[in-house]
């Protein structure tokens, strides 16, 4: 069974550039997540999807968003890309909700703004 | 607010000691508590979790403890060994609005085991 499929892995912006990030779950799997990850802040929750709709979204800024297909794909987008934005980016997929079963994360998308 | 607070942020044993890394949060509707295990270049993955309804969880040289009154729990390794060298996060789910939860991480703990 395949696992979680993000694309790009790495990647290397300049300041006020956007970037979209793809995320492909595991088959059957409703739930995408996304989590920032950056050394001393750990896993910053970014948004939650399901079933194409947005469930639950943590303390970012309008800048980040994302969207959900009805295949369960999901992408992320950063628009006005800043230094502070670089990080990895992780997506995990469940099959249920999140906060109630298993996540299973992907390698991650790592985006370095110059 | 949301918040997950763990401790220590890096950890150093021999192998064959124990591990232990401790995890606070701040929400009495927090319900579900899982742990999460990152290995270098490597999303990370579940290794164990606890729903409030139970104080103590084992899964053979790992447990996690639930304290709901102090809103603490505590992930527990025991006879360490150095594949268990990696990044350990706590997380706990935080009401979001209506039926729904969201997951919050703690900022990691780096576990070194030592041969």
């Known amino acids: 069974k395949a696992g979680v499929t993000q694309t790009p892995r790495y990647l290397i912006k300049t300041r006020g550039q956007q970037v979209t990030l793809s995320c492909s779950p595991i088959?059957?799997?409703?739930?995408v997540s996304w989590y920032q990850q950056t050394p001393g802040q750990g896993l910053q929750f970014l948004f939650e999807?399901?079933?194409?709709?947005?469930?639950n979204k943590g303390n970012f800024p309008g800048r980040f968003s994302g969207r959900q297909f009805s295949n369960s794909r999901s992408e992320m987008n950063v628009s006005t890309l800043e230094l502070g934005d670089s990080a990895l980016y992780l997506c995990a997929s469940s099959l249920t909700a999140t906060d109630t079963g298993e996540l299973f994360f992907g390698e991650g998308s790592r985006l370095t703004v110059l | 607010g949301e918040n997950v607070e763990q401790h220590p942020s890096t950890l150093s044993v021999q192998e064959g000691d124990s591990a232990v890394i401790k995890c606070t949060y701040s929400d009495s509707a927090s319900n579900y508590f899982p742990w999460y295990k990152q290995e270098l270049g490597k999303g990370p993955q579940l290794i164990i979790d606890i729903r409030s309804n139970v104080g103590e969880k084992k899964d053979q040289r790992i447990a996690v403890t639930l304290n709901k009154t102090a809103k603490h729990f505590s992930l527990h390794i025991t006879e360490t060994q150095p594949e268990d060298s990696a990044v350990y996060f706590c997380a706990a789910s935080y009401p979001y609005g209506g039926a729904t939860n969201k997951l919050i991480f703690g900022t990691g703990t780096l576990l070194a085991v030592q041969p």
């Open positions: 999807y399901f079933s194409e709709t947005q469930r």
């Open positions: 088959s059957g799997h409703r739930s």
